[in-house]
């Protein structure tokens, strides 16, 4: 039987994850981390297989604590860290701190600890280079966006799959990196969400890219055979919805009106300030010029994990 820590537990993606290992009888112990107090969370009136643990994860003293107590208590033998900061028009040391320095923290207690034997690292599809250049099929070789100049979201989400991935081999822990396609669902940062929730959505003029979008179903699936089985490394976990852009904005029930991409930047800069939408062009500015979808065949073939559950598109904020 496993016995699982969960981090950024109190998010839709970790809340969901939190069910479904509950619902496991295999798995012994859950011990759900997260910022909220617990009185604040799903979690307050939680069966006793579940323990709650208020934490900041940017504090290593309190997270040394946590694991070398509870966790160790309860024969913790697996991690999976799904907390990262949401917003992208958030950013400085502190969410860096959350992103990139508490993963390779928490990386490195596990190695130290007497039961933990696997970790998996929720990452994300966005770390990939989408340019006119690179193949739009991605695989889990395909270039990373490296650029100095790319905005803080994504190069602390680079950064944090990168010091995860250079621990593979060299430690005793069973480490597996998910490359997840952009979970599209309320309250998990979803970029994409942000941007249909205006009644008129502007797109590069010229440009209809392809996207691929997983639902919070499959993405808990998709942790969950990460637990299940014994494979290791890096999986890209596409999304069953593929569709075009435009087709995203027609499903929304939104209007898309082509621009030059020179004004979309200061468009949609101008909007994050006057309504205080979270979503950011430039952090999104290559995937709405140039198609990219994950390859996910190496996770169907070693971690069994197929999507098979679509985006509910009627479920989307009508305006």
């Known amino acids: 039987m496993r016995s699982v820590l969960v981090t950024g537990a109190t998010t839709p993606i970790g809340e969901a994850l939190v069910r479904r290992l509950l619902a496991n009888k295999r798995v012994k112990s859950i011990l759900a981390v997260a910022a909220e107090p617990k009185g604040r969370t799903a979690f307050r009136n939680a069966p006793s297989r579940l323990s709650y643990f208020p934490l900041d994860l940017t504090r290593q003293r309190n997270v040394r604590e946590l694991l070398f107590g509870p966790a160790r208590d309860l024969g913790v033998d697996a991690v999976v860290h799904t907390a990262q900061h949401r917003r992208a028009t958030v950013d400085g040391p502190r969410v860096h701190a959350l992103n990139v320095d508490a993963a390779r923290e928490l ?131 596409p999304g069953a919805d593929t569709l075009p852009l435009s087709k995203a904005i027609e499903l929304a029930g939104r209007r898309a009106i082509p621009a030059p991409g020179l004004l979309l930047k200061p468009l949609y800069a101008l909007r994050a300030r006057t309504i205080g939408t979270d979503f950011r062009y430039d952090v999104n500015r290559w995937r709405f010029h140039f198609s990219g979808v994950l390859d996910g065949r190496r996770a169907r073939t070693e971690l069994g994990y197929v999507p098979e559950h679509p985006i509910d598109w009627s479920r989307v904020p009508r305006m």
């Not at 790319?150 to 010091?163: G, Y």
């Not at 621990?167 to 998910?178: D, E, T």
């Not at 502007?202 to 919070?216: A, C, E, Q, W």
């Open 107 to 237: 990386l490195m207690l596990c190695e130290e600890h007497p039961t933990i034997r696997r970790f998996v690292f929720r990452s994300y599809a966005e770390v990939y280079s989408v340019k006119a250049e690179v193949p739009v099929l991605i695989q889990e070789d395909h270039p990373l966006e490296m650029s100095p100049s790319a905005p803080q979201w994504i190069r602390d989400r680079v950064e944090a799959d990168l010091t995860v991935c250079a621990r593979m081999g060299l430690v005793p822990l069973h480490i597996v990196v998910l490359r997840a396609a952009e979970c599209f669902a309320c309250d998990v940062g979803s970029q994409l969400l942000d941007y249909l929730g205006s009644r008129v959505c502007f797109r590069p003029l010229g440009f209809d890219p392809m996207l691929n979008l997983i639902s919070v179903d499959d993405l808990v699936k998709g942790l969950v055979r990460a637990l299940a089985t014994p494979a290791q490394g890096v999986f890209n976990l």
